[in-house]
């Protein structure tokens, strides 16, 4: 079973500001299925990034994804007010814990 | 444009059963892998079950194996979770989710509404 331990829990930053959430998974896995999701309060997770760096349709290039192997990261390069959610990694059927990336 | 749309959630007792349905609409279904993703109250997401396209493939989580049965009718483009046995840990808000991909669950373009699942006497 694949364990996919995020951090920060809580990142907390201003708009403008640079954004950047770690994924490790344990043991290693292939890039090639790690996702990103954004998710904000009463609605339905969003796919931001699949294979650890491809943005979905939609999504703008303020974010990204990056690793390979047991760290991934995802950076949004400066925050909009409407960026302030809780992310999660994914990767087959494991998905990590979250990280809430509140308004400072 | 992609749209899936849950139904079926409710209130029901420890032991009891519940069929939850997902229709689908925006693509061509049968062509694509289907999951159930569920999310407790002010937890995180974990996946629960899916299918192939073709629904000749199944997947379940541990936590559910047994207990959920997962199918699917393309001719109706419509996705089931049928949930028996239920216990108060299955509470939960559950989500229906398109998979990028047709085998098996990978990773999940469109999500649904989400469905409210209260266990509970």
């Known amino acids: 079973e694949i364990v996919l331990t995020q951090s920060p829990g809580t990142l907390s930053l201003s708009p403008g500001e640079r954004a950047t959430l770690f994924c490790r998974a344990s043991p290693s896995v292939s890039g090639s299925y790690l996702a990103w999701y954004q998710q904000k309060p009463g609605q339905a997770p969003r796919l931001l990034i699949f294979?650890?760096?491809f943005r979905a349709t939609g999504i703008p290039d303020r974010f990204s994804g990056s690793g390979s192997g047991t760290d991934f990261t995802l950076t949004i390069s400066r925050l909009e007010p409407e960026d302030f959610a809780v992310y999660y990694c994914q990767h087959y059927r494991s998905f990590g814990g979250g990280t809430k990336v509140e308004i400072k | 444009e992609v749209q899936l749309l849950e139904s079926g959630g409710g209130l029901v007792q420890p032991g009891g059963s519940l069929r939850l349905s997902c229709v689908a609409s925006g693509f061509t279904f049968r062509s694509y892998a289907m999951s159930w993703v569920r999310q407790a109250p002010g937890k995180g997401l974990e996946w629960v079950s899916g299918?192939?396209?073709?629904?000749?493939?199944?997947y379940y989580a541990d936590s559910v194996k047994g207990r959920f049965t997962i199918s699917r009718d393309n001719s109706k483009n419509t996705l089931y979770l049928q949930m028996s046995s239920l216990r108060a840990e299955d509470t939960a808000v559950y989500y229906c989710?398109?998979?990028?991909?047709?085998?098996?669950?990978?990773?999940?373009?469109?999500w649904g509404q989400g469905a409210l699942v209260t266990v509970s006497s």
């Open positions: 299918i192939s396209g073709r629904g000749g493939s199944t």
């Open positions: 294979s650890a760096s």
């Open positions: 989710a398109k998979d990028r991909g047709a085998a098996h669950p990978s990773d999940f373009d469109y």
